[in-house]
Structures are given as structure tokens and as C-alpha cells.
């Protein structure tokens, strides 16, 4: 059985971050992600593919058999009907619209998706939901806390029970119904958009998953591809994946 194809959205790299460069590279960009994204769907069984965004989003999800929306830059608030927040990041509103073009075709053409961090948010807002701008601290937590090493599982989720995420998650979740994650976000869902059922919840009541069964969609705000090991959120992508198209 050949290995399902599974989309990965990128980020514009500036190349003159990365160091040493010719000078007429200078302004030059390029498309790309954190390798851990790659090596998370090829180790569950899958065949990454990154996504520039050259091409047309409607046409190349029906090449594919599983989508990963990566994480990045914060949504353009204006797309939820909000203004940008002192906290707000850089915006990249091509990215935005990609992305949101990809969510609606993938849907349309029965595709599952798998959507971490931003990826989460892009789902949520292209499905009419609504984000928390920013989280403040509290009691000397932060879930944008970025001094430890990725893998690092910071704080639990509680899953609901009957969701995918907890069949997904398997033995990984306790007899408690919680699950260990890591954390990088400053960002989360306030309002989620249509047909997003809420399946996880920080201690401090932060969104932090919701899901579509009908449409295949699991959103996730932690970083699985960060996490040592397989990870079994990539395993139910992979699975989806192999299932082929429901359109």
C-alpha cells in the first residue's frame, strides 16, 4: 500500500535569516517548517509534502490525502471582526487566505485535516469562530512559555469523553481523562467556529482541542510533532489519510 500524502502548510523564511548569505540573495524568501512536522507524519507512516503557495489551494487538495495546517504567526484579528493587540505578532494575510482556502476545499472534498497551534486557530476562524488575542499569565504560568525544550509536556488537558482526540490519544490519556502536552501559544479559541465541538481544556479552562467528527477535523493548540516519540494524534491522521476521500 503506497504511503498517503499528507500536505504540510509553510511560513515565509527570510533568507537573510539564515546567516551568511550572497548579497544578491539579499530579500529573497523561502517556504518552509520545522523538520519535526515532516518526521512526525513520515515516522506514522505518511508521505509529507510542503505546501508553497504557488499553487492553487482548491486543486491541490484533491491531489492530496490528509492535511496538516502548521503553526506560525497569528491570524489577521480583522478576520474574526477585531483589531490587533500591543501582544499581536506579525501578520501574514497571504498565509491567512492560503490557508483558509485549503480548510474550505479540504472539507469540501472529504480530506482529514490535522491542525496544530495556529493551525488550530486557522480553523477555527475560517469556521466562523472567534480567538483570545492574547493570555495573560497567571499565578506565574504562561502557555507561551518558551524557555523549555519543546518536547517538554508542561501542563494536562482534560479530554472529553466520545471524542476522537481521546480515541486518537489512546493509553496516553489517564484513568483521569487527562493527557499531558507541551505548550507555545499566547493565542486560543474564545468562540468555536460552526460545527467545532471543544474536546480539551487546560486547568486554567483554556481551550486547548476541538474537532469535527463529520468533517474529519481534529484541532490541537499543543505541538504533537514536538512530543519525543510517535505521537498517536499523527497515527489517526495516517489512519483518516488511508481511508481515502469521504466526498
Known amino acids: 500500500m503506497n504511503e498517503p500524502l499528507i500536505g504540510i502548510t509553510t511560513r515565509v523564511i527570510e533568507a537573510s535569516g539564515l546567516g551568511a548569505v550572497p548579497k544578491g540573495i539579499d530579500g529573497a524568501h523561502l517556504w518552509g517548517v520545522f523538520a519535526d512536522y515532516c518526521e512526525a507524519v513520515s515516522a506514522a507512516g505518511g508521505m509529507p509534502v510542503m505546501l508553497p503557495r504557488s ?11 490528509g492535511l496538516l495546517l502548521s503553526g506560525g504567526e497569528d491570524v489577521e484579528p480583522r478576520r474574526y471582526h477585531m483589531d490587533p493587540v500591543p ?3 506579525q ?3 497571504a498565509r491567512d487566505e492560503f490557508e483558509f482556502q485549503l480548510v474550505a476545499a479540504a472539507i469540501q472534498y ?3 485535516i490535522l491542525a496544530i497551534c ?6 477555527n476562524v475560517a469556521r466562523g469562530g472567534t480567538l483570545i488575542q492574547h493570555l495573560a499569565e497567571v499565578d506565574g504560568f504562561s502557555h507561551a512559555e518558551t524557555d523549555e ?4 509536556r508542561r501542563h494536562s488537558v482534560e479530554i472529553a469523553t466520545e471524542s476522537m482526540l481521546r480515541a486518537a490519544l489512546g493509553t496516553d490519556v489517564d484513568s483521569e481523562g487527562n493527557a499531558a502536552v507541551n505548550s507555545y501559544h499566547h493565542q486560543a479559541i474564545a468562540e468555536p467556529g460552526h460545527g467545532l465541538r471543544i474536546v480539551a481544556w487546560a486547568p486554567d479552562g483554556t481551550v486547548e482541542a476541538v474537532e469535527s467528527a463529520q468533517d474529519r477535523v481534529l484541532a490541537v493548540q499543543w505541538h504533537p510533532e514536538m512530543h519525543a516519540g510517535v505521537d498517536p494524534i499523527f497515527k489517526w491522521l495516517i489512519s483518516e489519510a488511508t481511508k481515502g476521500s469521504t466526498s
Open 149 to 152: 525544550h519543546r518536547s517538554m
Open 91 to 93: 501578520h501574514d494575510l
Open 118 to 123: 495556529r493551525g488550530c486557530q486557522v480553523v
Open 87 to 89: 501582544e499581536s505578532t
Open 55 to 65: 499553487v492553487d489551494p482548491t486543486v491541490i487538495v484533491t491531489r492530496l490525502d
Open 110 to 112: 472529504g480530506i482529514p
